[in-house]
């Protein structure tokens, strides 16, 4: 089959192409019913927002004491008792990093799963 062949076929009058009977109407009504399903009620921000700040400064405070009890030794990592000391370092920064690492992870998906929405 060639080029002109296909030109022939396509530009003949015998193939014309019409929709069915009821595409027409099902689509205008399909429309219709989309045009009248009401809007989807928003959610209440203004009333969620004083309960999401005060547990954000809640998990802040929280944070802000456990990494204070750290800082003074009140409460020893469990893995820097075995350990030699100039291994302690090390396994603290590693630990702070892994919190640094989650919380950015946490903030990220957060943030990605308001803003599909």
Known sequence: MTNDDLDRILSSKDYDVLPSSGLAASVMEAIRS????????PFPWKRALPGLAAAGVALVWLLALVVEE???????????????????????????????LLLSLISVKLSMQLASR
Do not use: F
């Open 34 to 41: 989309e045009a009248a399903t009401p809007p989807p009620i």
């Open 70 to 100: 750290l800082l003074r030794g009140a409460v020893p990592l469990p893995l820097t008792t075995s350990l030699p000391i100039w291994w302690v370092p090390i396994v603290r920064s590693i630990g702070w990093s892994a919190l640094a």
